[in-house]
């Protein structure tokens, strides 16, 4: 049996609705249960997803109610993203984000600003789909990343490295998207969403005790083609995800050399539906099955389907 490492980007909203659509089109086509990779690594919108596989809860009945369709689908998924919050925190928004990010401006100008939403509403999610399992880990190794505003690092939660927490706490913790999102207080520490420091962090896949025979890498913000007539922070976003991939990629290849290494992205037909906006719940069933349409042309690529055939098929 191939030893499997899994890692799950984020990308918002919509990352998610990719996420889910090649998780789901990986185990039609290879009869592969992603709960069955040795190692995940989630981040943001993939850290939820993360979750959901190891609680056995990566169904549509769990990510969605089965009952309802389109408007409906929406609102219900609506509710349980974006929940209004009482903006706050400027003091700490000041301390955290904007002095430090005079020195060295760029995005740790927003770390710790107020936020419109809450991430209650997705701990609560994964309350009602795991159980008992939400207070507590997984038992197959599983890495939530998330970012310490304070020491301004990315904090892998699920290793000797990190704060030993609750599963739900974790997932909001990396959900908590800057500027959009309040932050996440966990035992008198604020911490953020994990793709501040990188997008994939697939270079914590290291931390196996042994090297792992398939490395799959989803990445919703690291495509390598621009979305005719995109935003101009589209191209920036995918090309900070891909300078952040290149180099985990490279040091996963210099230590494991014989590893094999499976990248899968968005295409343009995925990208025509899940852009401009990553946060649109509105995108998230047209991202869904847009994502299934490609990767049915992406799976059955002849390099793709040989890498797979050799160890998850």
């Known amino acids: 049996m191939s030893k499997v ?14 996420l889910f ?18 190692v ?8 939820f997803l993360a979750a959901m596989i190891r609680g056995d809860a990566m169904d549509l009945q769990a990510m969605a109610d089965e ?25 700490r928004w ?11 401006p760029g995005l740790g100008l927003v770390l710790g600003s107020p936020g419109l939403y809450s991430t209650d509403p997705l701990a609560e999610w994964i309350d009602g789909s795991l159980g008992s ?3 507590g880990w ?35 913790a990396s959900s908590a998207v800057p500027f959009i999102y309040e932050p996440v207080e966990i035992d008198g520490r604020w911490y953020v969403d994990g793709g501040v420091a990188s997008g994939t962090s697939v270079d914590l896949v290291l931390g196996n005790p042994e090297p792992l025979d398939l490395v799959v890498v989803i990445a919703p913000m690291a495509a390598t083609t621009a979305r005719p007539g995109g935003r101009f922070y589209e191209d920036f976003m995918d090309r900070v995800g891909r300078a952040s991939l290149a180099t985990e990629l490279d040091l996963l290849r210099k230590t494991w050399p014989d590893t094999d290494v499976l990248v899968l992205r968005p295409d343009d037909r995925v990208l025509a539906v899940c852009r401009p ?3 649109s719940v509105d995108a998230a069933i047209p991202t869904f099955l847009a994502t299934l349409r490609s990767m049915r042309d992406e799976l059955a690529h002849p390099s793709t389907w040989r890498m797979l055939s050799d160890h998850i098929v």
């Open 94 to 104: 000041v301390t955290k984000g904007i002095v430090p990010g005079v020195t060295k």
């Open 138 to 172: 997984p038992a197959k190794p599983t890495v939530i990343v998330g970012y310490d505003l304070e020491s301004r690092q990315r904090v892998p939660f699920g290793t000797v490295a990190a704060p030993e927490i609750a599963l739900r706490e974790a997932v909001a």
């Open 277 to 279: 906006n990553l946060m």
């Open 67 to 91: 009952g309802l369709a389109g408007k409906d689908l929406e609102e219900w998924l609506h509710e349980r993203i974006y929940r209004r919050t009482r903006p706050r925190g400027m003091l």
């Open 133 to 135: 399992l939400a207070d």
């Open 21 to 38: 659509g090649t998780l789901m089109a990986l185990q039609m086509a290879a009869d592969w249960k992603p709960n069955d990779a040795d």
């Open 40 to 47: 995940i690594v989630g981040t943001s919108s993939g850290a």
């Open 5 to 18: 490492g899994l890692v799950l980007g984020g990308g918002g909203v919509t990352g998610a609705a990719y």
